[in-house]
């Protein structure tokens, strides 16, 4: 099983200020056949299911606001929130799917400082 | 405006069963893959199982294995989860979701608890 292991655990970032989240999987979740990341990153406000956030490692998905990103490539990988939010205080998850069984990160808590 | 609606949830005693079912609508959805994602009270997110749209492929996460048996009815519109011989570990929220690889859209999920 390809593990995910995000960093840090929580963080908390001033209004307007940058956050970063990592991302690491245990094995390559890059495919040599369409040069494609097979990864996502999911927001999660309390008691409300996930939303998509990025798939294919760094495409936003459509509606999503352009101050979320991703990048990186292979085993390592990067969610930035460019600009914080009050509305963006979330859990956030990498979610790989190269392989089955399909995997999550422990998810990443993302507060006001 | 796509949709997923869980059911089924509820209270059982280790060793019970209950069968899970996932109404999809503003969508087409026999042409979709779906999957089940859990999430046990307080904690992260995790994969339990998908199946292909013609139903012919199936995969599970290995502690459900023997145990779950994810199914769908296109005519329907609906998934289901039937889930055998339960554990305490299995309490959690189950939500459905679209698709093979990302998962665009998710239900609000339903909440199974195990427990005497």
């Known amino acids: 099983d390809i593990v995910m292991t995000q960093s840090p655990d929580s963080l908390a970032v001033s209004l307007g200020e940058r956050a970063t989240i990592n991302c690491k999987s245990s094995?390559?979740?890059?495919?040599?056949?369409?040069?494609?990341?097979?990864l996502a990153w999911y927001q999660q406000k309390p008691r409300q299911p996930p939303k998509l956030l990025i798939y294919w490692a760094s495409t936003r998905e459509s509606g999503v606001p352009d101050r979320f990103s991703g990048s990186g490539s292979g085993t390592d990988f990067t969610l930035t929130i460019s600009g914080l939010q009050a509305e963006d205080v979330a859990v956030y998850y990498c979610?790989?799917?190269?392989?089955?069984?399909?995997?999550f990160g422990q998810g990443t808590k993302v507060e006001i400082k | 405006e796509v949709q997923l609606v869980e059911s089924g949830g509820g209270l059982v005693q280790p060793g019970g069963s209950l069968r899970l079912s996932c109404v999809g609508s503003?969508?087409?959805?026999?042409?979709?893959?779906m999957t089940w994602v859990r999430q046990a009270p307080g904690k992260g997110l995790e994969w339990v199982a998908n199946m292909d749209e013609g139903r012919s492929e199936k995969y599970y996460l290995d502690s459900v294995k023997g145990r779950f048996t994810i199914s769908r009815d296109n005519a329907k519109n609906t998934l289901y989860l039937q889930m055998n011989s339960l554990r305490a570990e299995d309490t959690a929220v189950y939500h459905c979701?679209?698709?093979?690889?990302?998962?665009?859209?998710w239900g609000q999920g339903t909440l199974v608890t195990v427990s005497s």
């Open positions: 979701a679209r698709g093979w690889s990302h998962h665009d859209y």
């Open positions: 979610h790989q799917y190269y392989s089955t069984p399909r995997t």
């Open positions: 094995q390559s979740v890059l495919s040599n056949s369409n040069n494609k990341n097979y």
């Open positions: 503003g969508f087409t959805f026999s042409s979709y893959w």
